[in-house]
């Protein structure tokens, strides 16, 4: 991780608050902070996904959203639960902006173009 900033994909467990593409921080400490804990990821190609660690132990809400567009992308998670983040992966690793067709995906997915 390093400490500039990348366009990422911000899924919210709560249906009540919007999807959204948006300028993240990518220090540790940022990326707690938005998915309200310790971070673990899934990589999957070019992006990868930060969640909450602690998700299951601490109950967060199921994320129906993130579990789903998972799915579209070929990953039967279960449980997916709280915020996830969802960033591209640049060379070596490093973190990236999100690539074009996850974000197009997403907007299929969930009906309307995502502000950045």
């Known amino acids: 991780m390093d ?7 911000v899924v919210p467990a709560s249906n009540a608050e919007a999807i959204r593409i ?7 400490r940022a990326l707690e902070a938005l998915v309200g804990g310790p971070l673990e990821s899934v990589i ?4 990868h996904v930060y969640l909450n660690a602690e998700s299951v132990t601490t109950l967060l809400p199921v994320n129906f959203r993130a ?10 998670l279960d449980g997916i ?9 640049g ?18 997915l969930f009906g309307a173009p995502l502000a950045a």
């Open 67 to 76: 579990g789903q567009l998972l799915h579209e992308c070929g990953l039967d």
């Open 22 to 28: 948006e300028q993240v921080e990518t220090d540790r």
């Open 91 to 108: 060379e070596h690793g490093a973190e990236a902006d999100l690539p074009e067709h996850l974000a197009r995906l997403a907007e299929q």
């Open 3 to 9: 400490n500039r900033t990348y366009l990422a994909l």
């Open 44 to 47: 999957r190609g070019d992006w």
């Open 81 to 89: 639960r709280g915020t996830a983040v969802f960033l591209g992966r």
